[in-house]
């Protein structure tokens, strides 16, 4: 490779980049939502009833996950910011691995909020984390395609995860175990094992990675050092400090965003497969638990597809407001309707939309912070924005559980979700009105209009 060509050099690393480090960061999530998600199998396939679990207080299992993750969320990712995301990273996994076997041997509704809790505690800092350590290896531009990539593990998690907790869960009475049971321990270890060959696999930045070229090294680096000069030279001492992004209007606005997009995404997560399990009564189907696994999986695959060719396109014209505004708008109107459909096959389709919608906009939401975030700054406004968001993480499964027990359906809190989403893209769109009318200093680069093309 000839040194003096710097588009080469700059295709070079990123692709190396895009094949090395973020598979692997991508399967580190890929576990990291399967563990978090995993309840959501377990519950209509015998932990409900072997616990005597009500509806509302699924909810709050599912939920209470949230509360032990937001406390320690901006400590755990300022952790990492310090210490070195290999470390952090591979330690929080190992930790929550260890926290998710336990789930094997839960007796008791106390017990299963408990553990809920402490996975929380453990989880605390992982996905603002990788989000922050992988906008440490790409310069902004290329930031959008990295970050879709590494998204499109949320989607495969249930593409893969829904059929495979089913065979799991199939294994019903081996070692004397309930199905449940031995689905827990078998999502489990994956977390501890990767999370110790994270330790070894991970580089902390460019400049260490041996995989590089020299010339790669060097390029990478230089111009990451540029941009975060740029981003320095441009802001006023204090907003570069972790106090100050935590009191960014621009930060709040992004973090309420978040939230509804969040608050679409967990009620879809934890409450399909229930969703489904109620399809029997609603219309005189029957399916085992692996035929459910697989219709759980089905609106996850074109998610998958969705997610990268809205990406592409925000990568190729810049990430807009419409990038995120449009699919939110179209799954505040789509998941209410999707329980008033006469059929299996026509609730799916809508489901399948609604979900589609939810992960196109995700991928570029999370292009936009690190543009106008340096340092400490960044850690500590990209775990604000995660930490509101997740907000909705606690209140989505808890709220629809209460609501669909209060109504004894699921349509009331598909509309309270259908209205948070809303909220997002009423934002999404606020902001893009702002920056057209020139009201830039309110405005992350991000989102800033583009100049016309010559």
Known sequence: MNAADPQAVERSAIRKVSWRLVPFVALMFFINFLDRTAISFAGPNGMSKDLGLSAAQFGLAAGVFFIGYIVLEIPSNLALHKFGARRWLARIMVTWGIVALLFTWVSSIPGLYTLRFLLGVAEAGFFPGAILFLSMWVPARHRSHILALFYLAQPLTIVIGAPVAALLIEAHGAFGLAGWRIMFFG?????????????????????????????EQNWLTAKLAEEEQAKTASARPHTLRPGAAMMSGRVWMFAL??????????????????????????????????????????????????????????????????????????????????????????????????????????????????????????????????????????????????????????????????????????????????????????????????????
């Open 257 to 454: 965003m978040y939230f509804g997009l969040i608050y679409g995404l967990y009620a879809l997560a934890f409450f399909l497969p229930t969703i489904i399990g109620g399809f029997e009564a609603r219309f005189g189907t029957h399916f085992n638990v692996f035929q459910k696994g697989m219709i759980t999986a089905i609106p996850y695959l074109p998610a998958a597809v969705a997610l990268f060719l809205w990406s592409r396109s925000a990568t190729k014209r810049g990430v807009r407001a419409w990038h995120i505004g449009i699919p939110a708008l179209i799954g505040a109107a789509s998941i209410p309707v999707a329980l008033y459909m006469r059929s299996p096959t026509a609730s799916i389709a809508v489901i399948t939309i609604t979900a589609c919608a939810i992960f196109s906009a995700l991928p570029n939401f999370w292009a936009l912070p690190a543009r106008f975030l340096s340092g400490a700054a960044a850690a500590a406004g990209i775990a604000l924005i995660n930490t509101v968001g997740n907000l909705a993480g606690f209140m989505a499964p808890y709220i629809t559980g209460l609501v669909k027990e209060s109504t004894g359906s699921y349509q009331a809190p598909m509309f309270i979700v259908g209205a948070f989403m809303l909220m997002s893209a009423v934002l999404a769109f606020a902001i893009g009105a702002g920056a057209r009318q020139g009201r830039d200093d309110a405005m992350p680069a991000g989102l800033q209009p583009h100049s016309p093309t010559k």
């Open 187 to 215: 999502v489990a270890i994956p977390a501890i094992l990767v999370g110790v060959i994270a330790w070894f696999y991970l580089a902390d930045r460019p400049s260490q990675a041996k995989w590089l070229s020299l010339d």
